[in-house]
């Protein structure tokens, strides 16, 4: 697979915040990490001290499994810098097993409509940006998971 077809192209560095430091802490682990309500039992993301279903604030991180499916995307042939211009980016709505769904990126399949069929299982992995590392996903195989 050439290097076009490999990376995100660049971008920016994420900043953690008070909310979000633990979940850059588990990416630098190779950990994708979310947080789950105790009161309710869901998980959720994006990262707040509150669960967004129920309102609680007996929350806990928990590593997920990392594995999900792919529920739709756009193939961007014109990234903003710092991104490189001539590799375009696949930007991804991801559902993880555990519920909740992420944008993010696909990596390591050519950026064609025909490679990326929708509820296609994916598993995440970890791109170095700067001192961090940005969660994306890979293709597990091309039939769908449901």
């Known amino acids: 697979m050439s290097?076009?077809?490999?990376?995100?192209?660049?971008?920016?560095?994420?900043?953690?915040?008070?909310?979000?430091?633990?979940?850059?802490?588990?990416?630098?682990?190779?950990?994708?990490?979310?947080?789950?309500?105790?009161?309710?039992?869901?998980?959720?993301?994006?990262?707040?001290?509150?669960?967004?279903?129920?309102?609680?604030?007996?929350?806990?991180?928990?590593?997920?499994?990392?594995?999900?499916?792919?529920?739709?995307?756009?193939i961007n042939h014109r990234p903003l810098p710092p991104a490189a211009p001539d590799r375009p980016q696949i930007i991804a709505l991801v559902e993880l097993d555990e519920g909740p769904r992420m944008l993010t990126n696909i990596v390591g399949v050519i950026p064609e409509p025909e490679e990326l069929p929708l509820d296609a299982a994916v598993r995440v992995d970890f791109e170095p940006r700067g001192d961090q590392a940005l969660p994306v996903f890979r293709l597990l195989d091309s039939s769908p998971r449901r």
Do not use: H, K
């Not at 850059?24 to 789950?36: C, F, S």
């Not at 604030?57 to 590593?63: F, G, M, P, Q």
């Open 3 to 74: 290097e076009a077809q490999d990376g995100t192209s660049g971008g920016t560095v994420p900043v953690p915040t008070p909310e979000t430091a633990p979940f850059w802490a588990g990416t630098l682990a190779g950990e994708l990490r979310v947080q789950r309500c105790n009161a309710c039992g869901r998980y959720y993301f994006y990262p707040r001290p509150f669960c967004r279903y129920c309102a609680s604030r007996d929350v806990e991180w928990r590593t997920a499994s990392g594995t999900g499916r792919l529920i739709s995307y756009v």
